[in-house]
């Protein structure tokens, strides 16, 4: 079945130490999201790829990076993580530049920063 | 600012019964979304209704649209312990088309 794939499902960081979090797709969508979620909160966007172009959120920390080396590939890097930083962190993908079929998720990667 | 408001932040109902969870959002969009997220999971898509759009079934949901008083509403009927998950409306506003703002979500509990 086509899908979004978020690798590790939970991933455990130190203060300060890089961490990279992957997902990949099989739906062939151009446009790619990556959301953060803490406890009990909406997602919030962070930034997100329309096919090569990259599009960051202007409240977005410097500390969030990406990068979408192919249409299926999309990595989240978060340089220095800070315990503020723990939260379920959310891929998503959309269609034909998102006209009308909704985002469809990954399974989320779960980041504590301990 | 947040688009999305859902209400109640929090509802608990027996199996069997209906529940209706509201969103309330600020600006003109082209479509507001529902999705539903279990408990650690990422979120499903359930239903999108576009702006001239008032009303969309999908089974046991129906979703309605007043854009008037910028709100929609989903109800599910015959709900089922199953049902039990957070669900979050999004909106696709005209000014920032392709990039969806969620509200804080409807927090649903399905007792048996």
Redesign the interface.
Known sequence: DAM?I?NPRYQVTQFGKPVTLSCSQTLNHN?M?W?QQKS??????LF?Y?DKDF?NEADTPDNFQSRRPNTSFCFLDIRSPGLGDAA?Y?C?T?GS??R?????????T?LTVV | SQQGEEDPQALSIQEGENATMNCSYKTSINNLQWYRQNSGRGLVHLILIRSNEREKHSGRLRVTLDTSKKSSSLLITASRAADTASYFCATDARTNAGKSTFGDGTTLTVKP
Request: glycine share 16%; net charge positive.
């Open positions: 979004v978020q446009v999201y959301y009990s909160q909406a997602p919030k966007l997100h329309y599009n379920m959310l998503a959309s530049g998102f009308g079929s909704g985002y469809t998720f990954g399974s989320g779960r």
